[in-house]
């Protein structure tokens, strides 16, 4: 079992910066797969991103593209999520995720069987 503890959620305007921090801990930290998703109140929890134990393959949802940017520290067990140009509609609570499989994977797209997550962070854009 992975434990995660997101971090760097908080207010950002519209067109502004953000970035989220994940922190993994536990015997396989270093060796599965990291990601984002995010859930607004109402909707279900979607895919924003994934990427691998040595952060050679990474995966982005559609509407993230060019816009945020996954990636990891393997020494410090961390995965950060860049999150540049943010609109309105990224406000949500994004929650970080943990998986032995690979971002290609459809466990990813869904995040229904992805083994750990960490309590989540909340995202605020305004307009």
């Known amino acids: 079992q992975v434990e995660l503890v997101e971090s760097g959620g908080g207010l950002a305007q519209a067109g502004g910066s953000l970035r989220l921090s994940c922190a993994a801990s536990?015997?396989?930290?270093?060796?599965?797969?990291m990601g984002w998703f995010r859930q607004t109140p109402g909707k279900e929890r979607e895919f924003v991103a994934a990427?691998?134990?040595?952060?050679?393959?990474?995966k982005y949802a559609e509407s993230v593209k060019g816009r945020f940017t996954i990636s990891r520290d393997t020494a410090k067990n961390t995965v950060y999520l860049q999150m540049n140009s943010l609109k309105p509609e990224d406000g949500a609570v994004y929650y970080c995720a943990s998986d032995d499989r690979l971002p290609e994977s459809p466990s990813w797209m869904s995040g229904r069987t992805l083994e750990s997550w960490g309590q989540g962070t909340l995202v605020t854009v305004s307009s």
């Open positions: 990427i691998s134990w040595n952060g050679g393959d990474t």
């Open positions: 536990g015997r396989f930290a270093g060796t599965y797969s």
